[in-house]
């Protein structure tokens, strides 16, 4: 008979636990190691933004299959097709591109990684940021989530992190703002 006791302590020598990796490093997508996850609340605000193009879709499919039925024409199957394939996508996708966006505050700069098939990661020294904003449109405030949206002085730089908490927002924005400023005062 085995008698259970305590659990041994771990080895002093043990590497330190690691927090739960993110889909998007499961997912094996470049600049995923380290990146903060932005809220799951973006998911249903997106779907919510989709609604109108996909109610839209479903009555051009309806009016096609109309016509099919009262007239005979049977080439409208074709037409009925395309809104299909126009919607169907964006409503399938939308789950796996918001988790592969995130976005890491680093100690002198801010890293931002969008995209599945097309992946950009970008990085952004604080002492390069010119101005800094929170923006939410009504379904965005509906699920208590913002966009931040930050400018350089080259025109092909900046960014936005979409879907953040709007706690987290904030916090950034005064972040890039007083470090920005540091980094500016240090040149």
């Not at 006791?5 to 997912?27: I, M």
């Not at 609340?41 to 879709?57: D, E, F, M, N, T």
């Not at 930050?150 to 706690?167: N, V």
Request: net charge positive; aromatic share 8%.
């Amino acid at each position: 008979m085995t008698e259970i006791g305590p659990s041994p302590a771990p080895a002093a020598d043990a590497p330190p636990a690691r927090s739960p990796e993110t889909w998007a490093e499961r997912a094996g997508l470049l600049g995923a190691a380290g990146l903060k996850p932005v809220s799951e609340k973006l998911i249903p605000a997106r779907y919510l933004s989709q609604a109108v193009g996909a109610v839209l879709s479903l009555a051009l499919v309806a009016g096609c299959v109309w016509l099919v039925i009262r007239f005979d024409w049977w080439w409208m199957w074709i037409l009925a097709i395309l809104p299909v394939l126009w919607t169907l996508p964006g409503l399938l996708l939308t789950p796996r591109r918001v988790r592969a966006l995130g976005y890491l505050d680093g100690e002198h700069e801010l890293v931002t990684a969008s995209g599945l098939m097309f992946r950009s990661v970008t990085t952004t020294p604080y002492g390069r940021v010119q101005s800094v904003e929170i923006n939410e449109g009504p379904i965005a405030r509906r699920f208590g989530i913002a966009r931040l949206t930050f400018s350089t002085a080259s025109t092909d730089s900046g960014g936005w992190i979409d879907g953040l908490p709007r706690e987290e927002a904030e916090r950034l924005k005064e972040l890039l703002t007083r470090r920005g400023i540091e980094r500016m005062q240090s040149l």
